[in-house]
Every structure is written in C-alpha cells, then in structure tokens.
C-alpha cells in the first residue's frame, strides 16, 4: 500500500514538473488545413509564426504533420525580384487531415518581466527536488492524474533503487533504457534522483577488454527508494537537453546546477521583446539592405571582394536579408539567457562568460542557381550580338552565369573552433541548449589558454631575469679577476723595483747623496705599485690597481 501511495505521488509530481517547466502555458488553435496552406504560400513561414503567435520550430512541426508544402528561399527571391515564372508554387497534396491545431503561448509584456521570469526559473529548477536527486515531491492533489492511472490509460515505468543499480552495472545504461523503453538521458535522470552511481567513460570498454573493474557501492542516503514514472512524462524530459555526466565537469557544483537549469529551459518565445543588443542588430541590418536595395539574390550576387569595399554592418556579411529577424531570436534568448546567469553581453558579436571574452559570429548556406538575365542585361547581350556582325573582335560583356540564394541553414561559431551547424531536421532554435554549454566550453578552454600564455610569459621573464643575474655575476666575476691580474702584476713590479734597488746598493760599497736619493725614491715607487702597502704619491696619488684605464706599462711625459 505505502509502495503504491508513493508511486501515485511520484507520477503526480512528474506532471506538475512538466508542467512548471514553462512559465508560458499553451493554448489550442485549430484552422483548416486549406488556410494554412493559402496563408503560408502569401506571407512565408516566420510571419505566419509571428501572426498565431506560436514558435517557429513548433508551426515547422505542425506543417509537416500535415503535409503541407513549405516555400524555398528561392521561391520569395524570385517573386520578390518579379520572376513569376521561376517562382513555382507547389500545389497541396491530398491528404485525409482536414483541421490543423496550432499551440500557441502568451509571452511576456516586457523585457525586465521576461529576463525575471527566466532568472526565476533557472532558480526554481536548480532547486527543485528533482534536480537535487535527494529529496523526495511533494504532494499535490491529482485527482486526473490518478484517474487515469487505475484506469491503465497512462504507460508507467516502475524504478526500484536497488533493482535498478545493478542493472546499470550489469549492462550498459543505452541497453537499460532500451527495456524500459526510454532514452538513456531518461534514466541517467532517474539516477541522478535515485543517487545511483554511473559507471564512467569507456568502463564497458576495458571491461570488455577483459580488465578487471570496480563497482562502487551504492550510497545509503537517499529517501527515494521507488519512483514510478510515465513513458510520457520521459519521452518530453528527453526532448530537453540535459547535460552528460562529463560535460562542464569544470564548474562548480552549485554553477552547475544553474547551467543544467538553463540548457533544459532555454527556448524561443514567439513576439517576445529583443534583448536590446540583438534589436539594434535587426534594425541596423534591415536598414542598411533596405538602403541599399538588396535582396537575397542581390545581395549573394556579390563577391568577397565587392563585399569588402562596401561597409557592411558586423554580421551581416554571411547571412541573407530574410534571416535577419530569425538570427535576431536567436541572440535574444540567447543573450537574456546569459545576463540571467551572470555573464555581460558586450555586442552582438561577442559576450563575457566568467571573466572571459567570447565572440559569436553567424553565417548562413547559400547554393548556385543560373543567372536570369536582367532587362538591362538582356539589352547589353543584343547590343554585343549586333555589333558582333559588324566587328570581329567586338569583346562580351561580362554577366554572371551564377546567382547565390540563401539555403536557409544557418552555422554558429562560438570563439575560435566550435561550430553549430543546422540541418533541415534539426534546426538551431532546438539546439540552444547545446550552443550554451558551447559557450561555456569555449570559456573554459579560452581561460586555459590564457593562463598557459601567462604561464608561459611568467617562465619567460624568469629565464629573462636569471640570465640577467648570471650575466651580472659573470661580470663581477670578470671584474674580480682583472682586479686580481692587475693587482698582481703591480705586485711583481713592485718586488722587481725592489730587487733592483738591492742589487744597486749591493755593489756599490759606498753610495753618494745623489745615488742615496735616488734609492729612496725608488722605494717609494715600489711602495706605490705594491696593492698590499698603497702608498700615496706626491703626483701620481694612490695607484688604482683594479681600474684597466690606468697605463699599466707607460707614463706621459709633458
């Protein structure tokens, strides 16, 4: 009975989980299948977004389920340029769908409200008992919920502790979703609640190659020891992003849990106000195409090299006129999400991640279509052809054979080596998450790279200062030498002055004044070479031993 009083509570929780998810609740819109059709082939796929207020990946979705055909870039090139006959409408295929739901949300009236509501709910998740995995939920009236529940109309999968413990250790956890019919996030997610350790990266790998690998002990605190979730509840958890055991392992704990909070929740609202950087982007760069009448053929006309002699605003030199609203969604929320986590957003080309210095540069695909000649062009061709029959060498003019349009497929490059590239499938507006933890990542490396720079600048000024010092020492050490040579060669010609002296008194047996005097002198020269008596003299003064500018042989005469 407790098992199954808690099992209810659980399921309960789960549903009011997915439901304060998001702060925005959706509403039903139904429409004709035939309308949508009409309204999507007059006005385009980002307007028809904007007019029943709904996100552009979810009205993607909605058309697609209803197999209705969506315009091409080339298709409003063409019309917009007065191409009618390139500008091929396809028809609507039969289908037994009649009436289309469209789900559409309320967002926020202002920029502070939204950038409040996101801050809130960053803060909510990172708190909530689920992201803690140590707290069991609360307990909520789900009347429904549990209506269903004993009527069998909702599939459950039933998570015992222990039981699931040793399945993750005893096959890996992509074979453990695969019996329960989940995906492996959703149940990295029940362990991570469960506090149930994961084996790590590449443990199936050496344990398949036959090593011999520890299993870690299951922790005894936990309160939850029985979770009941439905198929579900997991199928919409999977459709978040959820951060991998491995990934921003850089940040602490807590910082953590705020990031994993936002990657889960970032999203695009429908009409919701810019962030006021990527605002300005928009206007700046419809401004500046519209003044200089390009449109997306125009414009991917152009070559790199014309492109460089016109001054482009940043970011718009690689992406087309019609992406311009759609980048600007996207450095929105991703910018909002960013200050709501603490980071500064300079421009919108470049933001700050804990302490560190990011750029995000945008560009956009573009394909080859052969070149439709212009009037003005058709009339040069004609011009040639009659002066061709006049004059042999008459030159051609120089036309394009080529136009590029846009694919509508947009690549991020986050710093210097991450790129986010979209697919038809998989668009950027459902890879926010990815691009966030991107961010992040770029942050780390560029902070390890800076501090490898300061390091290696450190070690430099050190070598640089240590060379300096041995060089000083070596002089000294130069210096001292000289000094000792030249105080020993003022010694030895001290002791030959004075050898000298004794061998003159020494033969002659009985000296004059003047020869009397002329040994005193000499005496007092070999005292004023010797270094260990130093003696002054009257006009010489004190012998400098050690200075190599003193003549050490010969003396000037005047």
């Known amino acids: 009975m407790i098992e199954e009083l808690m099992s209810f509570y659980d399921k309960v929780a789960d549903y009011l989980v997915m439901e304060e998810a998001s702060d925005l609740k959706y509403k039903e819109i139904k429409t004709s299948r035939i309308q949508l059709y009409d309204e999507l082939w007059k006005i385009g796929t980002t307007r028809l977004a904007e007019k029943y207020n709904t996100p552009y990946t979810k009205l993607r979705e909605v058309l697609q389920k209803a197999s209705i055909p969506i315009p091409s870039s080339a298709y409003w090139t063409y019309l917009n340029m007065g191409y009618t006959d390139k500008a091929v409408k396809i028809p609507l295929p039969d289908s037994e769908i009649n009436e289309v739901i469209i789900y559409v949300r309320e967002p926020p009236n202002t920029y502070s409200e939204s950038k409040s509501i996101i801050k809130a709910s960053i803060k909510n998740a990172a708190t909530k008992p689920d992201a803690q995995g140590n707290e069991s939920a609360a307990e909520p009236d789900g009347s429904s919920v549990q209506e269903n529940i004993e009527n069998g109309r909702i599939d459950t999968n039933m998570y015992r502790r222990e039981d699931l413990y040793s399945e993750v250790w005893k096959m890996p956890v992509t074979k453990v979703a695969e019996k329960y019919g989940v995906s492996d996030n959703a149940i990295r997610k029940v362990c991570r609640r469960m506090n149930i350790?994961?084996?790590?990266?590449?443990?199936?790998a050496?344990?398949?190659?036959?090593?011999?690998?520890?299993?870690?002990?299951?922790?005894?605190?936990?309160?939850?020891?029985?979770i009941s979730r439905t198929k579900e509840a997991d199928h919409n958890s999977d459709k978040k992003r959820i951060l991998a055991d491995n990934e921003l392992c850089f940040l602490s704990a807590e910082e953590?849990?705020?990031?994993?909070?936002?990657?889960?929740?970032?999203?695009?609202?429908p009409n919701e106000k810019l962030h006021k950087l990527a605002a300005i982007f928009?206007?700046?760069?419809?401004?500046?195409?519209?003044?200089?009448g390009y449109s997306s053929l125009t414009f991917g006309s152009l070559t790199n090299w014309e492109k460089s002699k016109i001054e482009i605003p940043s970011m718009c030199k690689e992406i087309f006129p019609e992406s311009v609203s759609r980048v600007a969604e996207i450095i929105s929320v991703l910018f909002k999400y960013i200050e709501a986590l603490g980071g500064t957003v300079n421009d919108y080309t470049s933001v700050t991640v804990r302490g560190e210095t990011i750029d995000i540069y945008?560009?956009?695909?573009?394909?080859?279509i052969s070149h439709v000649l212009t009037p003005k062009e058709q009339k040069l061709m004609e011009e040639y052809h009659e002066r061709n029959k006049i004059y042999r060498y008459e030159s051609e003019p120089s036309i394009r054979k080529y136009d590029k349009i846009s694919t509508g497929r947009l690549k991020i490059k986050v710093g210097r080596e991450k790129v986010l590239h979209e697919s038809s499938n998989n668009l950027i507006e459902k890879n926010l998450g990815k691009l966030l933890i991107m961010i992040y990542e770029e942050s780390e490396q560029i902070k390890l790279d800076r501090k490898a720079k300061e390091e290696a600048e450190r070690k430099r000024q050190e070598e640089e200062r240590l060379a300096r010092e041995r060089r000083r020492l070596y002089d000294d050490e130069c210096d001292q030498l000289q000094k000792l040579l030249n105080e020993s060669e003022d010694?030895?010609?001290?002791?030959?002055?004075?050898?000298?002296?004794?061998a003159v008194e020494e033969s002659t047996e009985e000296l004059s004044d003047k020869q009397i005097r002329w040994i005193e002198w000499a005496k007092k020269k070999a005292d004023w070479y010797d270094p260990t008596i130093m003696t002054e003299d009257e006009f010489l003064g004190i012998r400098k031993h050690s200075d190599d500018s003193v003549p050490r042989k010969k003396y000037g005469f005047w």
Do not use: H
Request: aromatic content about 10%.
């Open 197 to 204: 350790p994961l084996p790590t990266l590449g443990y199936w």
């Open 206 to 226: 050496k344990k398949y190659a036959g090593q011999q690998m520890d299993i870690p002990p299951l922790p005894a605190e936990c309160k939850i020891s029985v």
């Open 256 to 269: 953590r849990t705020k990031v994993s909070a936002a990657v889960e929740q970032i999203s695009i609202t």
């Open 282 to 292: 928009k206007n700046t760069a419809n401004k500046w195409f519209c003044s200089k």
């Open 362 to 368: 945008v560009s956009e695909g573009s394909k080859s």
């Open 491 to 502: 010694y030895e010609i001290a002791c030959k002055i004075r050898q000298y002296v004794q």
